[in-house]
């Protein structure tokens, strides 16, 4: 049997303006046919697994694209065109049994609002209906009918911050290798869930809807029960919450499920939801914290969500509170990386910070900084499928009490190490500030249980009821009152 595994993906946010380019690509590596040479890949071991498990099972395996972006705006539609004909023109050399895609889900082009359903459906047109087409997407995904049309197997990573990216890709090979040979027969069904928001999976309600998920998985006739969350930042036909169960054979079956796990997030949607605060009350609860450090996370301008990541907020917000001992990691502006690097460790100077790319951004910070420590290529451990993300050149800088690590290259702070590999420690600041809407808690809870989402007017607000949709249904909670008869799950719930 032949296998063929690729991976094009990206989450685009459609409310930023600056496209996402080869280039973007380009900063992470892009492998055109063995990942084993690009070693700093984010998805290296997943394909080194794929890889493995099919020589052990005496498989051909044939490795095409890999190529992943952080998340931003639009695809260039040239370059999207360029990586998805690849895929193709890779799919028309192997002539593969089984192809398994890493793809988010959430990829928006200039002229394409589904890429992944495109992908997909081109795929299955040049490969035939005898073809096993399974794909791991990203629960911030837009799972589109196109998408379950063109596909056989789609299994969703269920754990946010996504840890379980392994996990997901060993299921997939799993189902994938054994629909081909016929040992199971997948059917698929998505069910919309008419929620919008993000569900942290470490908290106990979330915790509830992934056990659910696990325990559906466990009857013998369901092969695999994805949440897809959505991407509220991604304005799509497609964008929202789903389920998504697929079953062995049974269509029936695969309905009752996702109908059944529909509603169980429809009665958790208020419960399951994180609070947030402004920056100026988060610094004032963090100052009742007795243990040092506690965490805020800058939601609003998560480069991991597509935002600038050189919002100026906290460090105005740290600044106007006289905060002694705060560090915001990271803050992306390339230019004053350079500056800094020009003038040297040890010396003082004027800068301007930030604010460089319009409201969401902020106003930039101007004062005098001192250059405490510069970093050739600053990189930060992850988990799974992020690890190795570097940020480029890096510049430890200081004004007044509040320190700031510049960065060359817009990456989502991960991992405590962004501070230690900058000469610093995390224990010796009384808040640290990172760019991230939760996947920076894997590794940052194991330094601090004093945890805090802020929010401001950066490009991911978190004030879903007012997103200013133009193709998304606004037929969603909590625009809608949850007594809203045009909501659908509210009329099953009365009619069940
Ligand atoms: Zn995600």
Not at 323 to 336: G, K, M, Q, S
Request: charge should be negative.
């Amino acid at each position: 049997m032949k296998i063929l595994a690729v991976q094009f993906s990206t989450e685009t946010n459609t409310f930023i303006s600056k496209l996402t380019t080869r280039t973007d690509f380009d900063e992470r590596g892009i492998s055109a046919r063995d990942v084993s040479l690009h070693p700093f890949l984010p998805s290296h071991d997943l394909f080194l697994f794929f890889r493995q498990a099919a020589e052990a099972d005496g498989h051909q395996y044939h490795e095409g694209l890999v190529a992943s972006a952080e998340p931003g705006g639009p695809l260039a539609q040239e370059d999207y065109e360029e990586f998805r004909d690849t895929i193709i023109q890779d799919a028309e050399r192997v002539v593969p049994d089984v192809v398994l895609l890493l793809l988010h889900g959430a990829m928006v082009s200039q002229e394409v609002m589904d890429c992944e359903g495109d992908i997909l459906h081109r795929l299955r047109k040049v490969l035939g209906s005898q073809t096993v087409i399974a794909a791991m997407l990203d629960p911030h995904a837009h799972l589109s009918a196109q998408m379950v049309e063109a596909s056989n197997l789609l299994v969703s990573m269920k754990e946010y911050p996504h840890t379980d990216g392994l996990q997901t890709a060993q299921a997939l090979y799993a189902l994938a290798t054994s629909a081909a040979q016929g040992g199971v027969h997948p059917v698929m069904v998505m069910k919309d869930i008419p929620v919008l928001g993000i569900w942290p999976t470490q908290t106990p309600e979330v915790r509830s809807l992934v056990d659910h998920a696990k325990l559906i998985e466990q009857s013998p006739d369901i092969l695999s029960t994805s949440f897809i969350h959505g991407f509220p930042w991604g304005d799509t036909p497609d964008t929202g919450a789903k389920a998504l169960v697929i079953a062995d054979g049974d269509y029936e079956r695969a309905q009752t499920e996702a109908q059944r796990f529909a509603q169980r997030v429809w009665q958790t949607r208020e419960a399951s939801q994180p609070q947030f605060v402004a920056f100026g009350e988060a610094i004032s609860i963090a100052q009742t914290h007795r243990s040092r450090p506690t965490i805020i996370a800058d939601t609003a301008d998560n480069p991991g969500g597509g935002a600038p990541g050189d919002a100026t907020y906290a460090v105005h917000a740290l600044l106007e509170a006289d905060i002694d001992r705060a560090i915001v990691a990271t803050l992306y502006d390339p230019d004053a990386v350079a500056v800094c690097f020009n003038a040297g460790i040890g010396e003082q100077l004027p800068l301007s910070i930030g604010g460089n790319d319009g409201v969401s951004s902020g106003v930039p910070v101007v004062g005098d900084a001192a250059v405490l420590a510069l970093n050739q290529e600053l990189r930060q451990t992850g988990f799974d499928l992020e690890a190795g993300v570097t940020f480029g050149r890096a510049a430890l800088i200081k004004i007044k009490g509040v320190h700031i690590i510049l960065s060359e290259r817009r990456a989502q702070t991960l991992s405590p190490d962004v501070l230690t590999n900058m000469g610093v420690t995390p224990s010796d600041y009384q808040i640290i500030v990172v760019k991230s809407t939760n996947h920076f808690y894997e590794c940052f809870s194991a330094i601090s249980s004093n945890i805090i989402y802020a929010t401001s007017p950066g490009a991911l607000t978190c004030t879903f009821a007012e997103m200013p949709y133009r193709y998304a249904s606004t037929a969603y909670w909590p625009r809608l009152s949850a007594t809203d008869p045009t909501l659908g799950l509210t009329k099953t719930q009365k009619a069940s």
